[in-house]
Structure formats: C-alpha cells, structure tokens
C-alpha cells in the first residue's frame, strides 16, 4: 500500500504537471518556489515525469510535450483526474483478498490498482503493459497476457493476448472502460481491447467491479463489450450527477462513491 510520503511525492508532481501543461514549458527554481521543496527534488520529479512521457527536461527546466495531443496520449491521459483515480483505485483494493486471483484490464485508473493491493498472495492476470513502473505489493504477482502492444492505451491486444486470458477462470476482475451507461452498457474505444476486456468478465467466477472517473459515467464510446447486467459494482467519483447514479442502481450495481 502507498505511504503517506509516496502519496505527497504524486500529488506535487500533478501539480508540476499542472503547471507545465498550463505554461507549456517552467523552471525549477519556480516549482521549487511553488511547492516548497528543494531543486533536487524538483530534478527528480521531472525525471519521474519525463521517463513517463509527459515533459522533455531541459536546460534550467522542463517543456510540455504533445501539448495538442492531451486528450488521447496515454502517458497524458494518466494524469487526468489523478487524485480521483488514486482514490477509486484504494478502494477497490478492499475488495481483495488473500489468494484471490484476478483480472486488471488496461486503463489509468486500473493502473493504479496494482501499486494499492496489500492482501497476499494475490495473483493478477493483466493486459496493461504499464505495471512495470508501478511499485506492487511484494505479496502481489503479475502475470502479463503478452500480445501485440498498442502504443495508444499501453495494453496488449490480439490473439496472443485472448488466448492467455482463455486459459484463466479468475475469482475475480476489475475492469477500466471509456464509458458505462445503464442503457448502453460497457463501452470502449479501442476494439480490440473490447475483446480482451469481454473475455476476462466471461472467465470471472465472482464479481465484475468497474473502477471509472466520472467523466466515463453516461458516457457511451464505440465498441460495446459487455452489457450492464455483467456489472456488481461500480467505484466513482462525486463528479457523478445524482441521475446516473439513480439509474445505475436501478440496474441492480452497487454505486460506491470516493
């Protein structure tokens, strides 16, 4: 589980980011100034952040890369609603357990997930291809479907990847989407995840929890991969209206706000 000082170090460097994103470009001894750390510090952060590719660091400071392509670079979207996303991510934690084995589909709130997790022994199936830089649990082991990476969401896809997750009969799954809405169901944008992401729900023994920002709520992307009825829980934001929220209940899903 994420220490208290691990949580600070992620919450400045979303503000750095912040920053950056809304300057385009800002220097160290600013975000020293801004946040009150040391320029050591500040070096560090956007290191973290470079290595992510969200800025390119240079000389005194650090520039804003993809500025225009915000809203579908993977490494971008990761830092949209992040504190929010933490906070789903911690409390779909609480739903495993000790020698559970589970699904993780691709996605940034499901990433978060995987560094949450304190129960042992846990065994998590996943085609997200970013775990690597998330600091799991050592009582967590992953296994990674393989496949054919997409670069746009940092996942494995494709035959490879369906047939690993075939082989699976999880306890259960956790599952990051584009949208959720109670008429149309389950929605993503990519296809081929929608194929991967439908397998894993049908070879889940338990629960299907869907962990979304309420940004995806009422939102209807476009590939169905599942129907509302395959749901048990939904974990959210308070951004979600109080409509949504009626009329996913009234679909039988347990609606937990953090």
């Known amino acids: 589980m994420e220490t208290t000082e691990g949580k600070l170090s992620l919450l400045r460097r979303e503000q750095i980011y912040q920053v950056i994103q809304k300057q385009s470009m800002a220097k160290v001894e600013e975000l020293a100034k801004l946040t009150g750390m040391t320029t050591m510090t500040i070096r560090r952060d956007l290191e973290y952040l470079e290595k992510r590719g969200l800025v390119e660091r240079v000389r005194g400071g650090a520039v804003l890369i993809n500025r225009n392509l915000l809203a579908t670079a993977y490494n971008q979207k990761n830092m949209l609603h992040f504190t929010e996303k933490n906070a789903i991510a911690a409390r779909a934690a609480d739903y495993i357990k000790d020698n559970d084995t589970i699904f993780i589909n691709g996605g940034s709130t499901t990433l978060r997930l995987f560094g949450s997790i304190s129960a042992q022994y846990v065994k998590i199936v996943s085609n997200n ?103 048990k829980r939904l974990i959210t934001d308070h951004g979600i209206s109080v409509q949504h929220q009626r009329g996913l209940e009234e679909c039988g899903i347990e609606v937990i706000v953090v």
Not at 201 to 226: E, M, P, Q, Y
Request: proline share 3%; hydrophobic share 40%.
């Open 129 to 231: 291809a970013y775990f690597p830089f998330e600091h799991i649990h050592p009582g967590v082991s992953v296994i990674s479907t393989g496949g054919q990476f997409n670069a746009e969401s940092y996942t494995f896809v494709g035959d490879f990847g369906t047939q690993s997750v075939a082989g699976v009969w999880a306890d259960k799954a956790f599952i990051g989407l584009d949208g959720i809405d109670a008429k149309r169901g389950l929605t993503t944008n990519i296809q081929s995840e929608g194929q991967i992401n439908r397998l894993m729900i049908a070879h889940t023994k338990g629960d299907i929890t869907v962990l979304a920002d309420s940004t995806k709520i009422g939102n209807v992307a476009n590939f169905l991969f599942s129907p509302i009825s395959s749901v």
